[in-house]
């Protein structure tokens, strides 16, 4: 069985919003398919909000290939860090084991943490 992931076409002409995951069998064909959003993974949100693109825009949580910065990547600024990890789930369903677990992802916001004591012996304590 492989996994193909390709982009998922809107409405609108070169404009994609979202990934389209399949597991495909070498003799059976597809097996089950999942659309990823990329509004609904918070891909773009970033970009929109930085760029003030209303919610009921079009051009909100998607990209074009034609309409694009000049040198810059159609996808410039995707934060892709949810939709890896919906992959990463299907995957575990399909492909139990086959994907290595990733570390938990970031907050957005800053945390404390604890840091854990450097290695080496004890610090002596003076009278």
Request: glycine share 8%.
């Amino acid at each position: 069985m492989r996994l193909c992931i390709e982009f998922t076409p809107t409405i609108y002409a070169d404009t994609y919003g979202g990934l389209r995951a399949a597991v495909v069998h070498a003799d059976r064909g597809e097996i089950n398919a999942v659309a990823l959003g990329f509004v609904d993974h918070g891909t773009f949100h970033r970009r929109d909000e930085a760029q003030h693109t209303p919610r009921n825009n079009a051009e909100y949580g998607t990209f074009n290939t034609r309409r694009h910065r000049a040198g810059q990547p159609p996808w410039e600024g995707a934060v892709t860090t949810q939709l890896r990890d919906a992959i990463e789930q299907y995957c575990a369903v399909w492909f139990p084991g086959s994907w290595p677990a990733s570390p938990p992802s970031r907050t957005a916001a800053r945390t404390a943490r604890h840091v854990p004591a450097p290695a080496g012996p004890p610090a002596r304590r003076r009278p």
